[in-house]
Each structure stands twice: as structure tokens, then as C-alpha cells.
């Protein structure tokens, strides 16, 4: 048994810091659980083209759940602003409950669409607290010479949960027709880490984790100025204290910085499969090779701006690599004829630099919150998350009228689509036909100067005789009426947004081409040296002091021991 630990489920608290082997499990239960609420979390992305199908939902419907979600995620977030009074653990353990009973149960048994979203709203709830409660677990564990690292870590949650996404989804989409059962699978695997989480997480007492830990050498003065420790006056008026420029500032900037993976996140197989034509699996195949770049590189990355001892090079060196990857990125939207692979290349290195920067931008705003006051960690996490989150909300309200076409193309392309797979010499005649033509013989199929007009338009676009040209407009009588009216309501108009859909969608990647920049200045206001020197000058006085204290505590100590034994 860990020395420490409380054996009550609910009373988590560790009273003396563990040691390196026991903080790395502790840290392994938190990622776990990260991985899996945003698998839950992101699932629904990787069967959106069937889940509105199934709800007859349309794309702003769809959009709309998606703003609530994460609205109710902003809110959620502050609330766990509470986490540095009432802890962290709970909140991620009973999180994961919540969420993976309403993931594998409720979103997949949703009779309606309104349902459907409700639940959608529930799952965000959940994480919009676990967005605070895990990266705050994350910094207890983690004294600040191991904090790339451990923030790498924790990174890879919301990206590995995107993999696995992506993974499960492209290859078990073509045996498992059933959208539901994504949901299923990534609510069952939750309630699997709830039992790990259950029995194996814990967190440090109040008393521990309000302490600033630079390296573990500290960790002998940390217990002992916890046995007087003043709580209540650590967390006096919290929000007045971290409610602040560096705070608010870093967190919208590196908001807009996310832009490009919250679209990843929410579009990127409508975006495949929309403009280029690949099937959901293969849209979900390319966002493996996103999420996975991204999760190798924010590892590597944290554990090598831990050596060097700077974080903000690495920011500023990663944006700017993304920023020019995204540019490239935006350019292939006007050309169709991309090909599979050559999104594997891009997106890859896109990934890559974009987790180059987050990692040590993760590790650099938690130590800037430790300088303001290490006891409201939770809390200057909780104005993240929530600056974060309106960011999302706010992002997906205007998509729809930056990139027009994707609500035509995403309610009426599915059925259009069967339908000409269906059909498909008959409507390849249809538009052959000029749309105005097509008009009058929908009109009235009986119309004598609109057959002679389609007869001739016939004739000349497929160069067949006049005898062939009428019997592929014969032909039209196979199309069912349904679909015939389908088609005459809406044919047009998908086509002409998927003209337009390129187009429109390279201003969407330039909108977060322009995130990326405005996020490159927010840097500054971050704690930390920009030169390896400095910050060794930095590291190496921290450690003359703590040998001071550490000295005085063993004389203490010793003091103490030899007037208790005489």
C-alpha cells in the first residue's frame, strides 16, 4: 500500500508526496482517462454523414449541437474552477461514469435528434470539467523541471482520443454499418477505465499540491511546510487573483491556435469526403496519420524542452511551421485531384508542428499560473478551458456562413448520391439536359417543346442518334418518382455548392491560418526565459536555496532527535 494513501473511495487524499514510481501510475490512470472521455467526446465526428442521415438532421442542426456542447462545456469548466477547494480526483473518476453510461447507452437509444443533442450536451458537460481537472492532476504530479514532459503526456489524451477515433471508426466502419455502434464501443471501453480510475486514482492533499515544486529534491521542504499550511488564505478570492492579463491573454490566443484541430475534430470527414470524394473510412484512415504525428511530437517534444529548460522557442518555432503548412494545407482545397498520400504527408507535418508548440505552451502556462499563486492552479485552468471553449462555440456558429456550401452538400449529397449509384446512366442524361428544360419536364412530363428541346440537348452532348436520345429519355421513367422529385428539388443546388465548396473552404483554413498568428504574440506574456543561459543562471540559484532550506531542515532535524533521546 502507498504510504499516504486513505483507503475511502471517496476521500482520495494523499498526505505525503509519493514517490516517482507511484506519481507516474497516478499519471498513467489521469491520461487513461483523458484518452477516453475525448474518444467519447469526438466519436460522433467520425459517423456524422450517417448520424444526420439517421436524425434527418441538417448541418446546422448538426452545428447547433455542436454549440451547445460546447457552451455547456464553458460553463462546466468554471465550475471546476472548483477543483482547488473540493479536489480533482472525484471530479475525473464520477466524470467518467457520467459520460460513458450516456455514450454507450444514451446517444445510441436517442429516438429523436432533440435527444440526441441533449446527450451530446451531457457528454460536453463532463468534459469541459475533466479539461480542468486533468491537466490540474497532471501539474501536482509533476514538479516544473519534469513539467514538458508530463503536460506531453496529458496532451496526447485529447490526441490519442482523436487516434482512436479515427482508428476504430476506419476500421470497423465497413463491417459495422451501424453508426450507433461507435458509440457503443467508446462507451463500454470508459466504463472499463472507470474501474481502473475508481480504484487507482488519487491526488494530493490541499495542503501538498498549493505548494510551488520545481524539482523533487524540494520534496522533503514541500511536506514540511505543509504541516503549516495555510489553505483558506491561499484560496482567498480566487478569480480576483487569476482573472489577469498573462492569464486571459495566453488563453484566448492559444484558442485561436487550436482552430485548425477543433476543425479537424468536427469536419474533417465531411471535408474529405464532401470535396475529394473519399468514403468515411478513408477520411477517418487520413486522421490517423494526424493524431498520430501529433502524439509522438508532444511527448518528444516536452521531454526535450525539459533538457534544454525553455519553453517558448519551441512555441514560436512550432507556429510558425504550422502557420506555413496551413497555408499549403488551404491551397489544396481548389485542387480536387489531390491525391490520398499526399494528404498523409501534409497533414502529418501539420500535426507535428502544431504539437511542437502546444506541448511547452501547456508546461509554460501552468508555471506561469504557479507564479501568480500555486494554490489556484484549477482555477487559472478553469479560465483557460472556458476561454477555450466560447472559442469553439463562437468558431462553429460562424462556419456556416464562411463555408455556405456544406449545408446543401451535407442534407441533400448522401441521398443524392445513393440515388446516382442507383441510376447512374439515367442521371448522367439528366444532366445532359439543361436545367431549365429539366424544369419544364418536371413541370409536365408531357410538355411537347421541352421533349424536342432535351431530345436535341441529348443528341449533342452524348453525339448518339436521334433514336438513342430517345430512349435514355424513356430511360428517366426507371428513376422513381420520389427520386425524380429529389433530384429536380435539389440536384442544382448540391452541384453548385460543390462548386463552390473549395473555394469557400480555403477561407475557412485561412481563418485559422489567422489564429495561429494572433496566437504567436500571446507567447510573451508567458513566464519563462527565451535563452538556455538564463535559464540555467535561473535553475542553478533555485537550487543554492533549496540546499540552504534543505540544510537548515536536517539540522532542525537532527536537533529534535538528539533532544528526544536525552
Not at 37 to 65: C, D, H, I, K, N
Not at 160 to 183: K, M, R, Y
Not at 510 to 532: H, M, N, S
Request: glycine share 8%; net charge positive.
Amino acid at each position: 500500500m502507498t504510504k499516504g494513501v486513505r483507503l475511502r473511495p471517496f476521500d482520495r487524499r494523499l498526505e505525503q508526496y509519493p514517490d516517482v514510481g507511484v506519481r507516474y501510475r497516478y499519471l498513467l490512470v489521469v491520461v487513461l482517462a483523458t484518452i477516453v472521455l475525448y474518444y467519447q467526446q469526438y466519436v460522433g465526428g467520425s459517423v456524422s454523414p450517417s448520424v444526420l442521415a439517421s436524425f434527418e438532421m441538417t448541418f446546422r442542426y448538426y452545428l447547433s449541437v455542436v454549440v451547445i456542447s460546447s457552451v455547456v462545456g464553458a460553463l462546466s469548466s468554471l465550475l471546476a474552477g472548483l477543483a482547488d477547494r473540493w479536489g480533482r480526483a472525484n471530479i475525473v473518476v464520477f466524470g467518467l461514469l457520467t459520460a460513458s453510461l450516456t455514450t454507450a447507452f444514451g446517444i445510441p437509444n436517442a429516438t429523436s435528434r432533440t435527444e440526441y443533442a441533449l446527450f451530446v450536451a451531457i457528454v460536453g458537460f463532463i468534459e469541459g470539467m475533466v479539461l480542468v481537472a486533468t491537466p490540474a492532476l497532471v501539474r501536482d504530479f509533476s514538479p516544473q523541471l519534469g513539467r514538458g514532459r508530463a503536460m506531453g503526456i496529458w496532451t496526447m489524451g485529447p490526441v490519442l482520443g482523436s487516434l482512436v477515433v479515427s482508428e476504430v471508426a476506419s476500421n470497423t466502419l465497413p463491417h459495422l454499418h451501424a453508426w450507433e455502434d461507435q458509440f457503443h464501443i467508446a462507451g463500454l471501453a470508459g466504463l472499463g477505465v472507470f474501474v481502473v480510475a475508481f480504484f487507482g486514482l488519487r491526488e494530493l492533499s490541499p495542503s501538498l499540491r498549493d505548494q510551488l515544486m520545481v524539482s523533487v529534491r524540494e520534496r522533503a521542504l514541500v511536506e514540511a511546510r505543509a504541516r503549516g499550511f495555510n489553505v483558506e488564505s491561499a484560496l482567498r478570492r480566487p478569480w480576483r487573483q487569476m482573472f489577469t492579463l498573462n492569464v486571459v491573454v495566453p488563453a484566448l490566443g492559444v484558442s485561436l491556435f487550436l482552430l485548425i484541430y477543433y476543425a479537424a475534430v468536427g469536419f474533417f470527414v465531411i471535408y474529405f469526403t464532401s470535396v475529394y470524394g473519399f468514403t468515411q473510412s478513408q477520411a477517418n484512415g487520413l486522421g490517423n496519420w494526424f493524431w498520430a504525428a501529433d502524439a509522438i511530437t508532444v511527448v518528444v517534444v516536452g521531454v526535450i524542452s525539459d533538457r534544454v529548460g525553455v519553453r517558448k522557442p519551441f512555441i514560436v518555432g512550432g507556429t510558425i511551421v504550422a502557420i506555413a503548412l496551413t497555408l499549403v494545407f488551404a491551397s489544396r482545397a481548389t485542387r480536387p485531384a489531390t491525391s490520398y498520400d499526399t494528404f498523409i504527408v501534409l497533414i502529418s507535418i501539420l500535426s507535428a508542428s502544431r504539437g511542437f508548440a502546444y506541448a511547452p505552451w501547456m508546461a509554460a502556462f501552468t508555471e506561469t499560473l504557479e507564479r501568480k499563486n500555486p494554490a489556484l492552479v484549477a482555477t487559472g485552468l478553469a479560465i483557460w478551458g472556458w476561454v477555450l471553449r466560447a472559442v469553439v462555440a463562437i468558431a462553429f456558429l460562424v462556419i456556416p456562413y464562411v463555408v455556405t456550401s456544406v449545408s446543401p452538400v451535407v442534407d441533400y449529397g448522401p441521398r443524392l448520391l445513393a440515388i446516382q449509384r442507383t441510376y447512374k446512366a439515367e442521371v448522367a442524361t439528366l444532366q445532359q439536359i439543361d436545367p431549365a428544360t429539366r424544369a419544364a419536364l418536371h413541370e409536365n412530363q408531357h410538355d411537347a417543346a421541352a421533349i424536342a428541346t432535351a431530345l436535341k440537348e441529348i443528341e449533342a452532348k452524348s453525339g448518339v442518334s436521334p433514336s438513342v436520345a430517345v430512349a435514355k429519355l424513356l430511360d428517366l421513367r426507371n428513376i422513381p418518382t420520389a427520386d425524380r422529385n429529389y433530384l429536380a428539388a435539389h440536384a442544382d443546388q448540391v452541384l453548385e455548392a460543390r462548386a463552390s465548396a473549395p473555394r469557400q473552404w480555403e477561407h475557412w483554413w485561412w481563418v485559422c491560418v489567422g489564429g495561429q498568428v494572433a496566437f504567436l504574440p500571446t507567447a510573451l506574456l508567458l513566464t519563462g526565459r527565451w535563452r538556455r543561459s538564463s535559464a540555467k543562471r535561473d535553475r542553478d540559484e533555485r537550487q543554492r536555496l533549496i540546499d540552504e532550506q534543505l540544510a537548515r531542515l536536517e539540522r532542525g532535524n537532527a536537533e529534535l532527535s538528539g533532544a528526544l533521546s536525552s
